[in-house]
């Protein structure tokens, strides 16, 4: 009786377990749920509607929204920790060495004895009087013309009763400043004077410098006064000299009343830096004395044909890519890095790992992040500040046309003749791949074609620029007319030997 008791309360009481285990896991559920819910609101925490975060990026951000500086290391120096890696940098020194040995015995052999001299290195940086002398103008001019100019701007704006008049006033002394002082001013002399290349490019890079830091000066503390005068605040928010002259030194063009700085100077570490920009330079003149002098000495002797010119394109690839590597190196990592330890600037992001790109537009973004900076924050976001949001393909339009004219400036000026290889290769090549390899380009692949391009690239300057270098010393034009300047001597210059 008992047994088949048991059997008939056996479904009651499964009924019954199954009934009470189903409201347990159903009550884990919701707890487990919430607890998420919880968890993920206290990781990110609430924030505005969509609705509200899109109007607040159709708005101009004040500066302190723009650039953020974070205390931070550059990406090679936490590279070269790695064995792995140190041992790519020292098979580098070990082809230094193989340039120097091959040198020194080929002019052991050709002149009976070892000659240690440096005649292009003398001539590429001669002159160099002149050019400290221009630099010393360039930077005196550039601490005390802007600074003084928006002093007298910013006290006097709020009082003003012709506020637009007098900023109009204003902007265009500092314009003119911006043109015919540190444009004009620099350029001519550098034309004038004759300058050897090197000289040049320092005298021209350090006037696009100065003219860059100083319109981020005013790009920056303008809005601010701005905004102070609109809250109607007691006190005008004006930099101090100190701050200014902190950030003409400082490796970054993007002005901020301070940044964020190391506790102490590392003066092994400065030592390290400007001994390898030294020895990038030996590097530069070995790479020029073996692989790119021999090669287009002669080149004038030959008429212009297709295969010589793809021969002398692939030829080029092996010195264009080194010093490719040498200019990223020495300036970017070495230089940069040296002043940011002398300042204590603490931020050393001055570059991204570009080499890792399978797009041109990541590889643009990372190569060299402080000019980047600039562009993006006072070219093509201000350029759609002030056209829309909608005209973002004009605005990069925009900005590459700015930076390839600003390189070509650069080229031409020091080169000393009008020959727009890289302008066309910015502006063709470089706008059709920045579209054709974007950022859903993933995959190595994307990685390789890159860096084909990039070399050939790289062959394509070191040919033409280095054929119309020489087509230009051993072809000159007694009565040259304007069209001549602009016409590449190379294609027409064969010279009887």
């Known amino acids: ?181 540190l444009g004009f001013g620099p350029t001519y002399i550098a034309v004038s004077y004759a300058l050897p290349p090197a000289s040049r490019f320092i005298v021209i890079l350090e006037q696009v410098r100065l003219v860059m830091k100083a319109h981020s000066f005013v790009r920056e503390n303008v809005p601010r006064v701005l905004s102070s005068v609109k809250d109607k605040s007691s006190t005008v928010p004006i930099p101090r000299i100190s701050q200014y002259l902190y950030f003409l030194f400082a490796p970054t063009l993007i002005y901020r009343d301070n940044y964020p700085r190391n506790p102490v100077i590392r003066w092994s570490y400065v030592a390290t830096k400007f001994a390898q920009v030294l020895g990038s330079l030996f590097y530069a003149y070995y790479i020029f004395v073996r692989l790119c002098i021999p090669q287009f000495r002669n080149s004038s002797q030959e008429t212009f044909n297709l295969r010589g010119l793809v ?100 080229l031409s000026i020091c080169f000393g003749y009008f020959y727009p290889v890289l302008f066309c290769l910015f502006m063709c090549f470089g706008m059709v791949f920045n579209f054709i390899l974007n950022d859903r380009r993933k995959g190595p692949i994307w990685n390789v074609i890159m860096w084909t391009s990039l070399f050939l690239g790289q062959g394509v300057i070191i040919c033409l620029y280095s054929q119309e270098w020489y087509a230009r010393q051993y072809c000159p034009m007694k009565n040259p007319t304007f069209l001549d300047y602009l016409k590449p001597r190379s294609w027409s210059c064969h010279m009887k030997m």
Request: proline share 2%; aromatic share 20%.
């Open 1 to 181: 009786m008992s047994k088949l008791a048991l059997t008939q309360l056996k479904p009651a009481f499964m009924k019954e377990v199954d009934s009470h285990f189903t409201e347990f896991v159903n009550s884990l559920v919701a707890k487990s749920a919430l607890l998420d819910s919880s968890t993920s609101a206290s990781h990110f925490p609430a924030s505005s509607s969509e609705k509200e975060q899109h109007k607040a990026k159709t708005l101009r951000a004040p500066p302190e929204h723009g650039k953020i500086f974070t205390a931070r290391r550059s990406l090679l120096d936490e590279l070269f920790e790695v064995s792995h890696i140190r041992t790519i940098y020292h098979m580098f020194i070990a082809l230094l060495i193989v340039f120097i040995l091959s040198t020194l015995l080929v002019d052991f052999i050709d002149e009976g004895r070892l000659v240690l001299g440096f005649d292009l290195l003398v001539f590429v940086f001669g002159k160099f009087p002149v050019v400290f002398c221009t630099w010393l103008c360039m930077f005196c001019a550039t601490v005390f013309v802007p600074y003084n100019l928006f002093i007298w701007w910013a006290q006097g704006h709020c009082s003003s009763s012709h506020r637009v008049l007098r900023s109009l006033f204003y902007g265009m002394l500092f314009t003119v400043f911006q043109t015919a002082g």
């Open 311 to 410: 021969l002398c394109i692939f030829n080029s690839i092996l010195p264009g890519v080194l010093i490719l590597f040498l200019v990223f190196f020495a300036f970017l990592h070495c230089w940069l890095n040296a002043f940011a330890e002398m300042l204590r600037f603490a931020d050393r992001m001055f570059y991204k790992d570009w080499w890792n790109s399978t797009s041109y537009a990541n590889y643009y973004r990372t190569w060299n992040v402080v000019v980047h900076d600039w562009l993006y924050y006072y070219a093509y976001r201000d350029f759609l500040w002030f056209f829309g949001k909608k005209f973002k393909a004009a605005a990069m339009l925009s900005v590459f046309t700015v930076s390839a004219a600003v390189h070509e400036y650069v």
